[in-house]
């Protein structure tokens, strides 16, 4: 028996489309590349704390390749232990990825721990029909309600049109998108998809654009409808680090756009490039988090499990360098007040 959208928690469908702050969670690693299960909770509770409506476990930012070693349920059930701490129950979301059988059995997995959805990857479909994509993206939906996901096709994302999104928002178990093609033709096509199924009042609008986030949150979509369609909140490997400073962000991207508004777009743009190692076509980026993370006290080193990915040559001070031109988009104080709190079994 598959969940639907209608059976979550009371509220929660609610503050979905009111919009909030998900960080990409990273995976907290030892020396030896090995699980610390205590920093990865750590970091939930620091996500949860600093204002966060949901937590995104098993996507990128988690690193793929948790699946091969057997981490994936391990991951996902710690995170959902944080949750289970809370007063207020954040939204839950799984990454899900591969071909359709793969997604299906993800899907079920995050099911029986409590999630309540799951962010879509299409990256395996490469050359697929669009009837093929539809498929896949109905049987996941019939197992949990599903949050699309536009990946950049730079980093391994398949080139959708307006009519995939059109039909993708028809299906009924879709609750959200996350765009994230750092493209804003494309951008748009998903606009102009979930516009022409009718469904923008069931399908919430989020960014995933790590190049424009205040820009896409600020701007209103006039493209025709009865409303300005608007992108409510994020889904970011970004705000998995400064998050208590990402959550009063997207609060004050809630007001009308002023000079002082849009300025931050560039602000925030800026410190993405150097925490996702734009110069080395993001080869540093799950590292980029790791760095700030670490420096913050949250995780003991920036290892990932690739022993080939770390640090780009440069980054490192790149990002001591947008730290310190914009403090007012960090939130190293808050981290240290808390920290021990956090750290707890």
Same mark, same amino acid.
């Given at each position: 028996m598959g969940l639907?959208? =209608?059976?979550w928690p009371n509220g929660l469908a609610a503050r979905l489309h009111e919009g909030c702050a998900i960080p990409a969670h990273p995976l907290a690693l030892n020396a030896a590349r090995q699980l610390d299960? =205590?920093?990865q909770k750590a970091l939930s509770r620091y996500y949860l704390a600093a204002g966060a409506g949901g937590l995104a476990v098993g996507v990128h930012t988690t690193q793929f390749a948790i699946r091969d070693i057997g981490l994936y349920e391990p991951v996902l059930r710690l995170a959902a232990e944080a949750a289970a701490e809370q007063p207020r129950t954040p939204l839950l979301v799984a990454g899900a990825i591969g071909r359709t059988e793969q997604a299906v059995r993800e899907a079920q997995q995050a099911r029986a721990l409590g999630y309540h959805a799951v962010l879509l990857s299409l990256a395996a479909?490469?050359?697929a029909s669009e009837d093929e994509m539809i498929a896949h993206c109905e049987a996941v939906a019939r197992e949990m309600p599903v949050?699309?996901?536009?990946?950049?096709p730079a980093v391994g994302g398949v080139p959708l049109p307006a009519s995939f999104w059109r039909r993708f928002a028809g299906i009924e178990n879709v609750v959200a998108i996350?765009?994230?093609?750092f493209n804003r033709y494309a951008t748009l096509d998903v606009l102009r998809g979930v516009l022409e199924a009718g469904a923008q009042d069931r399908v919430a609008l989020y960014t995933g654009n790590d190049d424009h986030i205040v820009g896409d949150l600020l701007t209103p979509f006039a493209l025709?409808?009865?409303?300005p369609l608007r992108i409510v909140g994020g889904l970011l490997g970004h705000w998995s680090v400064w998050t208590q400073a990402a959550v009063q962000l997207l609060e004050r991207c809630r007001a009308p756009a002023s000079p002082e508004l849009l300025a931050l777009d560039a602000q925030v743009t800026e410190m993405n490039a150097a925490i996702f190692d734009v110069a080395h076509d993001f080869h540093g980026c799950i590292a980029g988090c790791h760095e700030v993370l670490r420096r913050q006290g949250l995780?003991?080193?920036?290892?990932?499990?690739d022993p080939h990915e770390g640090l780009s040559p440069g980054q490192a001070e790149?990002?001591?360098?947008?730290?310190? =031109?914009?403090p007012h988009l960090t939130d190293d104080g808050f981290v240290r007040d808390h920290l021990n709190d956090w750290l707890k079994a």
């Open positions: 639907h959208w =209608r059976d299960p =205590r920093r479909w490469k050359g949050f699309g996901f536009y990946l950049q996350k765009m994230a093609p025709g409808g009865a409303k995780l003991e080193g920036t290892w990932c499990l790149l990002i001591t360098a947008v730290a310190a =031109r914009y």
